[in-house]
């Protein structure tokens, strides 16, 4: 795949998307036409921005659509509702199937020297109820939401601060508005195009009656006692939430709108009359007129879908389920596809650099620890014993297909070696052993480290039990611990954990203009050094400061990147940080570029047959246009 990235540093640079043509024959979808004749919902020409999104419809594989059909899909949590919000993929601005940013949701941007945004929205575009989208949207967010001590304690994100100055936001008229910085902010863009977007707008008419600002606040506190909550703010936050997808009443600008309210066995999605997008021939997106997620046990699924219980699937399927499903593909009339998974690394231990045992911490953090773990994994046993010599034998860093990739830092401390691995055990004065031939700790512990997984695949458990095996033969035992995600998650952040198990570099096809922050204590999500991360996100305000110097040396190269005025400086740093990280194997990747099977009934158009799948940047099925999918007649698909 060709990839690039769309450089923000050039003075007046404009983005802009092709508007609708001025005559264009508009067609309505069926299953609305009832309700614009009986005078619920306006025609499709006062539904639609002034400019909407006209899609040409001519990427390989692609062609123009027609409407209706549900289309059938399994999830095994009533929280994978927010899956519809990444698979729909609106956006201000997205990364498109060349990973290239363009304009969105927005109908164009306006950037100069990387400092200063202008965002031009869509004269009439509307929320998924029918009211205006406008610049009122973005300033509800920053004035009552982002600069609210009691619905954002710790101020405003992050991702809106450059060396902790916060950025001047104008509000010029109801489609135009303008952040600025005084030094560049690479990272604002993308964050925006996100798998999980951060989000700078709220649909202020509808959360306005749950703000203090606007209305009686004992009378907001009562009622939100009676709604289960502390207090205005707990409710507030509650139903703002656009990613969770859980709040019914919440306006959206996505493709399609929940309208099941959960916990559910069933949730139908059903598309926004409203959208913003049409195809050449003026249909309105999306083709699809519902999704419905059916829940089941993640154990199950693949079985359900080998036997045609879903229209497209890859969520919940793993690689070893893929012969199972090319055998069904006939019977249950679908395709069995194979896409590459583009992470980093596909597995990686996480050694937990914040773990309160002080013993234990001492020893994580040594470097000669860290590499005889990595040295005593026989990677090539695992391509071949669970993946059938498909995938790559590999730390967790960038993959050949990035223009970063360096093979010295995909072998960095890879090679199978047991020899040199017991050479650095017994360097670190690991040498005694107990009768069962396991290392001592330095306070007569016995060196086993429990590795903690969310247990939702067998996959993970078979990797583990190999890499125990192969440990065992350097004196280190491995014990595993599944859990759910939530319990796994909130352990590493107590610093209770150990080691977990986990996919690695969230983007495994990097440019240099593509924000490097995941090689650095940046979040607190970051399993090896979450305190870290967490005191970064956090301002300061929760957390430890970092107090490694290679991790320190990694916080100020983010930050320098950040700063950075062209490609060739922002190359820089992110060599030195993939080489940092490749050298001192702050996380133990274990096998990269695992085939993910996707599952496509027979008549699903335009699905690519190859493709990344990849969180972020690409939204899974996101940056293929989810929305622009169709079901041709049964016929048609034999």
Do not use: C
């Amino acid at each position: 795949m060709k990839r690039r990235y769309l450089k923000f540093a050039a003075i007046g640079l404009a983005l802009a998307m092709p508007a609708a043509a001025g005559a264009q024959m508009l067609v309505e979808p069926p299953s609305l036409a009832p309700l614009v004749e009986g005078g619920k919902l306006p025609p499709l020409a006062q539904r639609l921005p002034d400019t909407p999104v006209v899609l040409a419809m001519d990427q390989p594989g692609q062609s123009i659509g027609r409407h209706g059909g549900t289309l059938n899909t399994i999830m095994a949590r009533s929280k994978d509702v927010r899956l519809m919000v990444v698979y729909g993929y609106a956006r201000l601005v997205k990364f498109d199937r060349n990973l290239n940013l363009v304009p969105d949701i927005l109908e164009r941007i306006e950037v100069k020297d990387g400092k200063i945004f202008t965002f031009y929205l869509r004269p009439g575009h509307k929320w998924s109820d029918g009211q205006p989208f406008t610049t009122e949207d973005f300033r509800y967010y920053w004035e009552d939401v982002a600069n609210n001590d009691l619905l954002s304690p710790i101020g405003p994100s992050a991702l809106l601060r450059v060396d902790g100055e916060l950025p001047t936001v104008t509000f010029i008229d109801k489609t135009t508005l303008r952040y600025a910085w005084s030094k560049p902010n690479p990272a604002f863009l993308p964050a925006l195009a996100g798998a999980r977007p951060f989000y700078i707008y709220r649909p202020a008419h509808y959360l306005r009656k749950y703000h203090a600002r606007y209305n009686d606040t004992e009378k907001l506190n009562a009622k939100a006692k009676q709604k289960g909550q502390r207090s205005w703010a707990a409710l507030h936050n509650k139903y703002d939430h656009q990613y969770k997808n859980k709040n019914i009443e919440l306006p959206t600008l996505q493709p399609w709108v929940n309208t099941t309210e959960g916990p559910a066995e069933r949730f139908i999605f059903k598309r926004n009359p409203y959208y913003y997008k049409i195809d050449r021939n003026g249909l309105q997106l999306p083709y699809i007129d519902q999704v419905i997620f059916s829940i089941a046990s993640g154990k199950i699924i693949p079985a359900q879908v080998g036997t045609g219980q879903s229209d497209l699937q890859a969520r919940y399927l793993r690689f070893a389920n893929f012969t199972f499903l090319k055998a069904n593909e006939k019977k249950s009339r679908y395709q069995a596809r194979l896409w590459r998974i583009a992470k980093g690394s596909h597995l990686t231990l996480f050694p937990n650099l914040n773990v309160n045992d002080p013993v234990w911490r001492k020893l994580l953090r040594e470097v000669r620890f860290r590499r005889a773990l990595s040295l005593a994994v026989d990677r090539f046993e695992l391509n071949q014993v669970i993946y059938y010599g498909l995938a790559i034998e590999a730390q967790n860093t960038v993959l050949p297909e990035s223009t970063l990739f360096r093979k010295e830092y995909q072998k960095a401390w890879a090679k199978h070696d047991p020899s040199q691995a017991n050479r650095l055990l017994d360097s670190l004065g690991l040498d005694k052993r107990n009768d069962s031939g396991i290392r001592l700790l330095p306070d007569g512990r016995p060196i086993e480290i429990i590795v903690e997984s969310t247990g939702e695949s067998t996959e993970e458990a078979d990797i583990l039990e190999l890499v125990a095996d192969q440990w065992a033969k350097v004196g280190v035992k491995m014990l595993t611990k599944p859990s759910q995600r939530e319990v796994m998650r909130n352990r590493i952040y107590a610093g209770e954990t150990l080691m977990a198990i986990s996919s690695g570099l969230e983007n495994g096809v990097p440019t240099a203009d593509m924000d490097p922050s995941g090689l650095a204590p940046t979040e607190q999500v970051q399993y090896q050094w979450s305190k870290w991360g967490q005191y970064r996100e956090s301002n300061g305000r929760m957390g430890q400061p970092i107090d490694m110097a290679m991790p320190k040396r990694l916080a100020a190269l983010n930050a320098k990147w950040r700063l950075a005025t062209g490609t060739a400086q922002r190359r820089d740093i992110w060599h030195e940080m993939l080489a940092i990280n490749a050298d001192r194997v702050f996380t133990i990747g274990l096998i990269s570029g695992v085939l993910q099977p996707v599952v496509v009934r027979n008549n699903l158009r335009n699905v690519p047959v190859k493709g990344i799948y990849n969180w972020d940047p690409g939204a899974h099925f996101g940056i293929y246009g989810m929305d622009s999918f169709w079901f041709a007649p049964e016929a048609a698909a034999k």
